[in-house]
């Protein structure tokens, strides 16, 4: 629709105008059309941009209450399915929340059984009275002070590490 | 120089036999007292209450010598830890540290050697063999190694012969 807009060729407004009448009645065409074919042809090409448009148009206002319900029931099912999909399954959770408690479990269940794990010869402190526990330590201090293990109180606590410093060797 | 020899073999049978009862084999604690090491080396009621009353005759002993043991070696920390610490009564300090231990070490050695007297040859001889199984165990868990290891072909190894007081 590139028309100019010599003075001698009809201005695209007037071409506009004649493809759409006003009133829906066809003017009288200018007489210039008879000897312009650039004007004529530009005419026609807005009356066909003109008969496209109403026809797109026509498509939708000529819709029957049929077509309406079932398009109108595509939609919902189009929405319904985009809500349904967005939103977390109940499953999910069911899922979530068994997690949860088989970790808390998994957490728990050790350290509440460690102190009664039998060992031979290791008795659980509650084995051994009040007064039997007191021996039990006194007995087991001794052992390690005779032993000279006792760290923090030995004088040769202030000593080097021996066996540190020979693993320091070798390394070297 | 009678003297000089009584003293060094003195010192030469302290040096054989208070480290073979005082081995870190024998169990600590009240071991007499566990049930299940009790049922395990088969000891008696009469046997347990005759341990418990070699325990009881040295236990205000083992206290008294514990307590010396800790106040000497409380007065060698605060010298060592002094600037100025006089170097002779270091040395007087260690000296007195040693000989409170070695006191200690004889009292619970005797100890030992008298509760041994109260078990039969086998008793004493799974006794030491489960401390040294509990030993193994507890380094084998402290190296991280599975439970169930065993070095020698399932087998704890035996323990060095000059190591026992019998």
Known sequence: ?172 | MRALQKTLLAGALAALSVPALAAPDFPEGKWWKRPRLAAEIGLSADQSRDIEKIFVKSRTRLIDLKADLEKKQLALQSSMEDQVADRRTVEKEIEAVENARAELQKARALMILDMKQILKHEQWERLLQMQQEMRERRMMEREGRPEGYRPRDGRPPARPKASRGD
């Open chain 1, 1 to 172: 629709m590139e028309h100019s807009n010599s003075p001698s060729h009809l201005t695209d407004a007037e071409l506009f105008g004649l493809a759409i009448p006003a009133a829906g009645v066809p003017e009288a065409l200018p007489a210039h059309f008879s000897d312009c074919l650039a004007c004529t042809r530009a005419l026609q090409e807005w009356k066909t941009a003109v008969r496209d448009l109403a026809a797109d148009g026509g498509a939708v206002d000529g819709r029957s209450a049929e077509e309406w319900a079932a398009a109108e029931a595509k939609t919902i099912e189009a929405i319904r399915r985009a809500r349904f999909a967005r939103r977390p399954l109940p499953w999910r959770w069911g899922v979530g929340v068994a997690a949860s408690i088989l970790l808390v479990v998994a957490l728990a269940v050790p350290s509440r059984h460690t102190p009664q794990r039998a060992r031979p010869g290791v008795p659980a402190a509650t084995d051994l009275s009040a007064e039997d526990q007191a021996d039990d330590a006194l007995l087991r201090d001794v052992a390690m002070l005779s032993r000279g293990d006792d760290g923090a109180g030995a004088w040769n606590s202030l000593l080097p590490d021996s066996g540190a410093s020979i693993r320091e060797e070798d390394r070297l």
